[in-house]
């Protein structure tokens, strides 16, 4: 049985040398760095394997596997970059995305959820009375909420916030960790990321 290319664009998730988790990639691209010899295929055992012995791992019927030219092989979850040991940047950046996922597309004062085409963003104290764009003054907010709240603060306008708005803990990457899409293949890695671990500021 041949999968269809669709699995080339499903997600491996990328550890750094000391088996870290930094990263989420494709199929196709971890394929890729297992061939030039960068990284490594990691089992559920913890077993490294290089591109031609994880080629020669024998497929299950279970076992998720793409057709290459002549052999089956199966697909790896897990994989390892040899020469890096970085952490990921821990800094979140500033964006309309990622002030949507921080309010999970939550208004933030009538704590109702709208798509994201239906939400705005509201500065807390308006730019008019000099609040500025950042993390702890930006929320958002669906259209009512924001034409009742007017150019006023929320205690101006006899309104309240959810959340007090902060910067998040979070990066991107730990969302789609954290995400139910991810693969049994991944939870090993994944709760060794401790929340010490995450919430430790790194230096560059
Ligand atoms: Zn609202």
Same mark, same amino acid.
Do not use: F, I, M
């Given at each position: 049985m041949r999968v269809s290319?669709?699995? =080339?664009n499903t997600k491996v998730l990328v550890l750094n040398r000391s088996y870290l988790p930094v990263h989420i990639t494709s199929v196709r691209r971890a394929f890729c760095l297992l061939y030039q010899g960068v990284a490594r295929a990691v089992n559920e055992q913890y077993h490294t394997f290089d591109f031609e012995s994880w080629a020669d791992l024998s497929v299950s019927v279970h076992d998720e596997h793409i057709g290459l030219v002549d052999r089956l092989v199966r697909v790896p979850r897990v994989i390892l970059l040899l020469a890096y040991d970085r952490v990921p940047r821990r800094q979140v950046r500033f964006s309309r995305f990622n002030i949507y996922s921080r309010d999970r597309? =939550?208004?933030?004062?009538?704590?109702k959820t709208y798509p994201r085409s239906e939400l705005n963003l509201d500065h807390v104290v308006p730019r008019s009375q000099?609040?500025?764009?950042r993390w702890d003054n930006v929320v958002c907010s669906c259209h009512a909420c924001n034409r009742r709240k007017g150019g006023r603060t929320p205690e101006q306008a006899g309104m309240r916030l959810l959340h007090r708005a902060r910067r998040p803990e979070w990066t991107p990457f730990m969302l789609e960790t954290f995400?139910?899409?991810?693969?049994?293949?991944w939870m090993p890695f994944l709760s060794t990321v401790d929340a010490s671990y995450w919430n430790t500021e790194l230096l560059e």
């Open positions: 290319a669709a699995v =080339l597309n =939550l208004c933030q004062y009538c704590g000099g609040g500025l764009s995400s139910p899409r991810r693969y049994k293949e």
